[in-house]
């Protein structure tokens, strides 16, 4: 069932343990997280965010990022990555360095998203990252450099391609090796999505474009379908459907990484991870949150053609 206009294989990035723990209400157990980051690592992902050097007093449900990481136990083909937000994480992170792998940075593509998020303004997020990403990479650790609300701002409407494309212009001038676009807040649609990465494709052919969508208004799915129909092969998600975002309120979920897969292996895309193996990990998470999750996979498990349900 393989399409000749899909890509026949994906790379996909697991963000539950940052962008998902995060936005938790109630900080996770230490241990929890480590049992969930090693049930993940071991589901053929290959990619997983599992920790932020943010200010613990900003984000305490991170606060023990350096633990966890001292903690975890993955196979030794799995890409950790640590989200950074500032010089200042640099050096906690850096501490711990022979424990992961890569650097996420991020700033907002709107000035007042990023003003509420991070109360800089965009301008000043990028000269920090511009000094930033040459330390990250000169310390020999991979720049994933996202820009948030690259679609849509729920503060300021549209976010003009030429805005978003020239800060990257700067990212990547800055050392940066990968680029993802985050649907932060959800507004994305899909035929905005595929005129917008086939244009992202062309423009920058040099460094991986990672695709970031949420499922805000249940369209991260179909999103995903049209950044796939332009070409893009990278992908983030979090399983269960956790996480969403600080400002403003209501920005829930990132897609589910069961629903990604289960989707994307139905339509002949291979990604490397075994379905049933996440879909526990999701079922584990949802027991340590004490609350249903907004996968639908989690409920359903992977499609059963042999089965016929009257
Ligand atoms: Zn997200």
Same mark, same amino acid.
């Given at each position: 069932?393989?399409?000749?206009?899909?890509?026949?294989?994906?790379?996909?990035?697991?963000?539950?343990?940052?962008?998902?723990?995060?936005?938790?209400?109630?900080?996770?157990?230490?241990?929890?997280?480590?049992?969930?980051?090693?049930?993940?690592?071991?589901?053929?992902?290959?990619?997983?965010?599992?920790?932020?050097?943010?200010?613990?007093?900003?984000?305490?449900?991170?606060?023990?990022?350096?633990?966890?990481?001292?903690?975890?136990?993955?196979?030794?083909?799995?890409? *950790? #990555? $640590?989200?950074?937000?500032? +010089?200042?994480? /640099?050096? @906690?992170?850096?501490? =711990?360095?022979?424990?992961? !792998?890569?650097?996420?940075?991020?700033?907002?593509?709107?000035?007042?998203?990023?003003?509420?998020?991070?109360?800089?303004?965009?301008?000043?997020?990028?000269?920090?990252?511009?000094?930033?990403?040459?330390?990250?990479?000169?310390?020999?650790?991979?720049?994933?450099?996202?820009?948030?609300?690259?679609?849509?701002?729920?503060?300021?409407?549209?976010?003009?391609?030429?805005?978003?494309?020239?800060?990257?212009?700067?990212?990547?001038?800055?050392?940066?090796?990968?680029?993802?676009?985050?649907?932060?807040?959800?507004?994305?649609?899909? *035929? #905005? $999505?595929?005129?917008?990465? +086939?244009?992202? /494709?062309? @423009?920058?052919?040099? =460094?991986?474009?990672?695709? !970031?969508?949420?499922?805000?208004?249940?369209?991260?799915?179909?999103?995903?379908?049209?950044?796939?129909?332009?070409?893009?092969?990278?992908?983030?998600?979090?399983?269960?459907?956790?996480?969403?975002?600080?400002?403003?309120?209501?920005?829930?979920?990132?897609?589910?990484?069961?629903?990604?897969?289960?989707?994307?292996?139905?339509?002949?895309?291979?990604?490397?991870?075994?379905?049933?193996?996440?879909?526990?990990?999701?079922?584990?998470?949802?027991?340590?949150?004490?609350?249903?999750?907004?996968?639908?996979?989690?409920?359903?498990?992977?499609?059963?053609?042999?089965?016929?349900?009257?």
């Amino acid at each position: 069932m393989s399409s000749d206009s899909l890509p026949s294989s994906v790379r996909i990035r697991e963000v539950g343990p940052r962008d998902g723990f995060q936005n938790e209400p109630e900080r996770i157990d230490t241990a929890d997280k480590v049992r969930l980051i090693d049930a993940l690592a071991r589901t053929g992902l290959k990619r997983i965010e599992v920790a932020s050097f943010v200010r613990p007093d900003v984000i305490p449900q991170l606060a023990d990022g350096d633990e966890v990481l001292a903690a975890i136990d993955v196979p030794d083909d799995v890409q *950790l #990555q $640590v989200l950074l937000p500032n +010089a200042r994480g /640099l050096e @906690r992170a850096l501490e =711990v360095r022979d424990r992961f !792998h890569g650097v996420g940075v991020f700033l907002s593509g709107s000035e007042s998203h990023n003003r509420a998020n991070i109360n800089r303004s965009v301008e000043e997020s990028l000269t920090g990252l511009e000094a930033l990403i040459p330390r990250v990479r000169e310390a020999g650790l991979r720049c994933a450099a996202t820009v948030s609300v690259a679609f849509g701002c729920p503060y300021e409407g549209e976010v003009p391609r030429e805005r978003v494309f020239g800060i990257v212009d700067r990212l990547v001038a800055a050392g940066a090796q990968e680029i993802g676009f985050g649907d932060t807040t959800g507004m994305a649609n899909p *035929l #905005q $999505v595929r005129g917008y990465f +086939a244009e992202a /494709l062309q @423009r920058f052919p040099d =460094v991986e474009l990672t695709a !970031h969508f949420h499922n805000t208004r249940g369209q991260g799915l179909a999103n995903v379908l049209a950044a796939l129909e332009a070409g893009v092969t990278s992908f983030e998600s979090s399983f269960g459907e956790l996480g969403g975002c600080p400002v403003p309120k209501g920005a829930t979920g990132n897609i589910a990484s069961e629903d990604l897969i289960s989707m994307l292996h139905e339509m002949g895309v291979d990604t490397g991870v075994s379905l049933d193996a996440l879909i526990d990990a999701a079922r584990m998470v949802q027991e340590v949150l004490g609350r249903p999750l907004g996968s639908h996979t989690i409920v359903a498990g992977p499609v059963a053609w042999g089965e016929r349900v009257a």
